[in-house]
């Protein structure tokens, strides 16, 4: 199937081949026939609904970018009036009083939500399998051999990848946006932190955590950002910043780019064939004028630790919320206040989810908060540091987004620290606060998409950007997509 931009969409729709009303029925209908468990809810009404307005708009001589373009929304932003689970037992029955503010700038700007993608709960994975509505299926795998998506915002990678959707939102607090666009073959984008509002997210680690979009091409990660970003006195984590177009420089020659290849990112762990795909990647920007150099980001192998103490603790408080009080699931039978909350979260967060806020309590209880938290905050300084040092002598760093391609359901379910690691070259960008982008820069010998991974110094999306368009238009990457079965299967 041959791939439809964002901007493609744009151009249809604005010139009258199509209307919205047409192309939402027609996601909807591949979304209801797809059987790769993406989506966990699905309003088709109120779909219809905001494309008819979004018609009705265009009718009176609006001309916005993306007015009437079906995007998938992840299930971890909330929407008035929609379920929003964030991929838990514990919100089944979630249906959220208000619109995160991400998700009404697009609104606003006339984009029409198709539904919620699926997730890891919580965003608390690297594969898509701890979702309480079940494993979603990598497209690029085979009924015989189902990959996982990557995770968490897997829901959202495998239905741009299957084309049930030409764009989506997903979040980054550790790689959950680079890492399932690695595995899927697509364009990938955190941005830095504090770019887009959290407020509306429901939160994992808040010092990390970042919305960002999920799409097919750079340009249309430019598009879809130039909505998303902006300043929300309701986050104040956010940054009050002058209005940006991310499309504008994105066709700028990259004569005399200065890139840098840290040697801890081509180390031991590292697939060989990945690494030679990443070479010809970095020889392509050679032949566009950019020079190449080794550097080295000495504090890399702390990050995973560090990580693995800050994001845990920061969850662990932000997680406590959850108590059956309020809102949400509730254990049916307790015998007083205590046993309730015990009974409540026990029955209602998952495996990995309890996992993690255990490490986190700990880390942050009563004589090792300065043994584990507070430790892990000085080495997340030394990590940021490196970063800056570098970039003295380096417009972007570019290197491999994981270590290997899109495994196999199941096969590291049982192995923590191994699915863990597929994070390990995400994790520093997230710990410095800083953007980075993953596109897709060639195929293994078993027909499975790696990602170029490419950081830039903050707030410098924009660079970041030009520098994958001008990638993708002189391969074709971004254009392979995957043998998908024409079956219906259960959603």
């Known amino acids: 199937m041959t791939i439809t931009t964002l901007s493609e969409l744009a151009q249809q729709l604005s010139s009258g081949k199509q209307s919205s009303v047409e192309l939402t029925q027609d996601y909807l209908n591949r979304i209801e026939e797809s059987k790769h468990n993406a989506f966990i809810s699905i309003d088709p009404e109120k779909s219809i609904t ?23 929304q992840k299930d971890i932003f909330c929407i008035e009036g929609t ?131 999920m799409t097919h091409t750079a340009e249309d990660a430019a598009l879809l950002l130039n909505t998303m970003v902006g300043f929300d006195s309701r986050d104040s984590t956010s940054l009050e910043l002058p209005a940006e177009d991310f499309t504008h420089n994105i066709d700028n020659s990259l004569e005399g ?32 004028g950019a020079t190449i150099k080794e550097v080295s980001l000495p504090n890399t192998h702390l990050a995973l630790p560090s990580y693995y103490v800050i994001a845990p603790a920061e969850a662990s408080s932000n997680l406590s919320r959850f108590d059956g009080v309020r809102y949400g699931y509730r254990a049916e039978e307790y015998s007083d206040l205590v046993d ?82 597929n994070d390990i070259y995400t994790i520093p960008v997230n710990l410095a606060g ?9 195929l293994t010998q078993q027909n499975l998409p790696i990602g170029l991974h490419i950081i830039s110094p903050y707030l410098q999306e924009a660079k970041l950007l030009n520098v994958a368009h001008k990638f993708q238009q002189v391969t074709d990457w971004h254009q392979k997509t995957p043998t998908i079965s024409a079956e219906k299967g259960d959603k």
């Open 83 to 213: 379920l929003t689970t964030c991929g838990s037992k514990i919100l089944e029955n979630f249906v959220a009083p208000y619109t995160a503010t991400v998700v009404q700038k697009m609104h606003d700007a006339g984009i029409v939500s198709l539904g919620k993608t699926n997730m890891d709960e919580f965003a608390m994975g690297s594969s898509n399998e701890t979702s309480y509505y079940g494993s979603v299926s990598n497209p690029w795998g085979s009924q015989e051999q189902p990959l996982v998506p990557g995770g968490s915002s897997g829901g959202s990678a495998a239905a741009v990848a299957a084309q049930l959707a030409p764009a989506a939102t997903g979040t980054d607090t550790g790689g959950s946006i680079r890492q399932p666009a690695a595995f899927c073959g697509l364009t990938g984008l955190k941005p830095s932190y504090g770019r887009c509002s959290r407020y509306g997210m429901i939160a994992f680690a808040s010092s990390l955590d970042q919305a960002g979009p």
């Open 340 to 421: 309730m909350y015990t009974k409540t979260r026990t029955e209602g967060f998952g495996e990995e989810v309890k996992r993690r806020i255990m490490i986190g309590a700990y880390a942050l209880s009563s004589g090792y908060y300065d043994a584990y938290y507070s430790k892990a905050q000085k080495l997340r300084r030394l990590i940021s540091d490196d970063f800056t040092r570098v970039f003295e002598n380096c417009d972007v760093l570019m290197g491999p987004t994981t270590p290997t391609t899109a495994f196999a359901q199941g096969s590291r379910t049982d192995d923590p620290v191994s699915m863990y690691l």
């Open 50 to 72: 905001a494309a008819k307005k979004a018609d009705e708009r265009r009718a009176t001589g609006d001309t916005a970018p993306l007015l009437g373009v079906p995007i998938a």
């Open 257 to 288: 780019l200065r890139i840098g290849l840290p040697k801890e990112f081509f180390s031991d762990g590292l697939d060989s064939e990945i690494a030679e795909l990443i070479e010809n990647a970095v020889r392509t920007y050679e032949t566009l």
């Open 434 to 442: 800083l953007p980075a982008i993953s596109i897709q820069a060639g």
